[in-house]
């Protein structure tokens, strides 16, 4: 398998990004609901956001390299279908990106509303920009949970969709985030 996207498959450096970055949302957003039932005395009351966070700025970094990998890589042309098809598929990946920003946006308020950086896994700290804004930490939890919930509703979409091309269209979109052709 190539490591760059041909007119018929995704490349393998693609294949392992996509794959990367949606284990990682799921486990981030399993992680995220579960934090929120730690009580101040729980062991992982810190570390399950100290945690959340830095692998959260990491799937940030991955999913800009994602970003630009896809600009400068063709893209396997789609699936013949039903153009109102072929525009939802669109509309779904550009709300996904969309959404992931967003989120990484309220999370970081989250984070950094009362002045203190970001700290990532003892590496380095992103700066707060954005402080001293009445209950922003609240606000923005409220606003990434809501689009955390949408993101999933979204990514569980986006792979139905595929499981129906796969199994019901018995075409190849599956198969070419697989690397199969």
């Given at each position: 398998?190539?490591?760059?996207?041909?007119?018929?498959?995704y490349?393998w450096?693609?294949?392992?990004?996509?794959?990367?970055?949606?284990l990682?949302v799921?486990?981030?957003?399993g992680?995220?609901?579960?934090?929120c039932?730690?009580?101040?005395?729980?062991?992982?009351?810190?570390?399950?956001?100290?945690?959340?966070?830095s692998?959260?700025v990491?799937?940030?970094?991955?999913?800009?390299?994602?970003?630009?990998w896809?600009?400068i890589?063709?893209?396997?042309?789609?699936?013949p279908?039903p153009?109102?098809?072929?525009?939802l598929?669109?509309?779904?990946?550009l709300?996904l990106y969309?959404w992931?920003?967003l989120?990484?946006?309220s999370?970081?308020?989250i984070?950094?509303?009362?002045?203190?950086?970001?700290?990532v896994?003892n590496w380095?700290?992103?700066?707060?920009l954005?402080?001293?804004?009445e209950?922003?930490e609240d606000?923005a939890?409220t606003?990434?949970?809501?689009?955390?919930c949408?993101f999933?509703?979204?990514?569980?979409?986006?792979?139905g969709?595929?499981?129906?091309?796969h199994f019901i269209?018995?075409?190849g979109t599956?198969q070419?985030?697989?690397?199969?052709?």
């Amino acid at each position: 398998m190539p490591l760059t996207n041909t007119d018929k498959t995704y490349g393998w450096f693609a294949i392992a990004l996509h794959w990367l970055s949606a284990l990682t949302v799921f486990g981030l957003f399993g992680l995220g609901l579960w934090m929120c039932s730690l009580d101040y005395y729980h062991p992982w009351y810190k570390q399950g956001p100290d945690l959340h966070r830095s692998i959260g700025v990491l799937l940030v970094m991955a999913t800009s390299v994602r970003l630009v990998w896809r600009f400068i890589n063709i893209t396997p042309a789609a699936e013949p279908g039903p153009r109102v098809q072929l525009i939802l598929a669109r509309v779904v990946h550009l709300l996904l990106y969309v959404w992931f920003f967003l989120m990484l946006a309220s999370g970081y308020l989250i984070t950094t509303a009362k002045g203190q950086g970001l700290e990532v896994f003892n590496w380095f700290v992103i700066p707060a920009l954005i402080t001293g804004i009445e209950n922003l930490e609240d606000t923005a939890g409220t606003v990434h949970l809501v689009l955390a919930c949408l993101f999933i509703a979204l990514a569980a979409l986006h792979a139905g969709a595929a499981l129906y091309h796969h199994f019901i269209k018995r075409d190849g979109t599956l198969q070419r985030m697989l690397g199969r052709s």
